[in-house]
C-alpha cells in the first residue's frame, strides 16, 4: 500500500490503470489495495468512463485525501 501512496503523492492523481503500470502490480491486486485505502479514508476513490476510440473503458481516478500537489512553476495569471 505504500507504493500506491508514494505513486500518488508523486503525480497527485492517477487512473487504476496507470498506478499498476508504473508500480508493476497486477490491476486486480491494485484495486483491492485502493478498496483498502478509501475504506480508511487514506484515498478518494471515483467511478471514471472514458470512450478511446470508440471502446468504452471503465476505471477507477484515485488521489490522497487531503493532499493538494504544489503549484506549477512558471508565470501566475495576473488578477
Known amino acids: ?3 500506491i501512496l508514494q505513486c500518488l503523492k508523486k503525480h497527485g492523481q492517477r487512473l487504476d490503470s ?3 503500470t ?3 502490480m497486477p ?3 491494485v484495486r483491492q489495495r485502493l478498496v483498502g485505502l ?3 479514508r487514506a484515498v478518494i476513490m ?3 468512463t472514458r470512450f478511446e476510440n470508440g471502446k468504452r473503458v471503465e ?3 484515485c488521489r490522497v485525501s487531503g493532499y493538494i500537489p504544489p ?3 512558471g508565470r501566475k495569471p495576473k488578477a
Open 59 to 61: 476505471a477507477w481516478q
Open 27 to 29: 490491476l486486480a491486486t
Open 71 to 73: 503549484v506549477a512553476p
Open 46 to 48: 471515483c467511478n471514471l
Open 18 to 20: 496507470e498506478i499498476a
Open 38 to 40: 478509501a475504506a480508511s
Open 1 to 3: 500500500m505504500i507504493e
Open 22 to 24: 508504473e508500480i508493476g
